[in-house]
């Protein structure tokens, strides 16, 4: 049976991220009429090696109409590296876009089968920064 929200075409369910080969995976909505959207891949890069990083390129393809009218496609790239088996490091420019992140989550799901906790590098820093021992005189503050 059909929840009523699938009737209501802004309730509609989202595309699937689909795997086109092992390396490659996409997500682009089905359109009938030439609309403004947003289309997703997601690419391994390399390299092969057991206990080497994986790196996936992110593409975001945004369609809209130009001041002619006329649609034009702007990408945007983006580098992913694996820092462990479940953790993977984004750019902190791509934080800046809450629903790419969501994407590329989904999209890492669908071609590798792993739930990867998303980090930028500024959020490692940070996280070991916090993680340093700190000097005896540094935690009783100014005299």
């Not at 699937?16 to 996409?26: I, L, N, R, T, Y």
């Not at 959207?37 to 790196?55: I, S, V, Y």
């Not at 580098?79 to 809450?98: C, K, Y």
Request: with cysteine; net charge negative.
């Amino acid at each position: 049976m059909s929840s009523p929200l699938n009737q209501v075409p802004s309730c509609r369910a989202e595309p699937p991220w689909c795997v086109v080969d092992g390396g490659f995976a996409v997500r682009a909505p089905l359109h009938f009429f030439r609309k403004p959207n947003t289309e997703f891949a997601l690419r391994f890069t390399g390299p092969t090696g057991m206990d080497a990083q994986r790196l996936w390129t992110f593409s975001v393809f945004i369609s809209a109409l130009d001041e002619r009218d006329e649609y034009r496609t702007r990408t945007h790239e983006f580098e992913i590296t694996e820092v462990s088996g479940n953790a993977a490091r984004v750019p902190d420019s791509l934080q800046e876009h809450g629903d790419w992140v969501e994407q590329l989550f989904y999209g890492l799901r669908a071609l590798t089968g792993n739930h990867y906790h998303l980090r930028t590098l500024d959020s490692e820093i940070a996280r070991d920064a916090e993680l340093l021992p700190r000097r005896a005189d540094e935690d009783e503050g100014p005299s």
